[in-house]
């Protein structure tokens, strides 16, 4: 099991950033793969980026070149960079992680664009 911890959520302006930043409990080269998911109000959770231990990256369509995930081995931390937010960016935003016997989850941070 891995205990995960978000941060850097927030308020910010449309085409702002912001980045979010996953300390993992224990050493990101032991798991399989991280990740960023979201749940908007009324819709269901979704992928939104992800980081194999290998380094593949996946994205959503609809962040693909607006959001970058990057992986510090050194400080066993994931991060989500967003750049120019919409409004429809706004969620809570998940951190997983994959390990052998299942998936962990963070507790979540808000982030909320506005105009």
């Known amino acids: 099991q891995v205990q995960l911890v978000e941060s850097g959520g927030g308020l910010v302006q449309a085409g702002g950033s912001l980045r979010l930043s996953c300390a993992a409990s224990?050493?990101?080269?032991?798991?399989?793969?991280m990740g960023w998911y979201r749940q908007a109000p009324g819709k269901q959770r979704e992928l939104v980026a992800g980081i194999t231990r290998g380094g593949s990256l996946n994205y959503a369509d609809t962040v693909k070149g607006r959001f970058t995930i990057s992986r510090d081995n050194v400080k066993n931390t994931v991060y989500l960079q967003m750049n120019s937010l919409k409004l429809e960016d706004t969620a809570v935003y998940y951190c997983i992680a994959d390990v052998s016997c299942g998936r962990d989850w963070g507790q979540g941070t808000q982030v909320t664009v506005f105009t």
């Open positions: 224990r050493s990101t080269i032991s798991i399989n793969a």
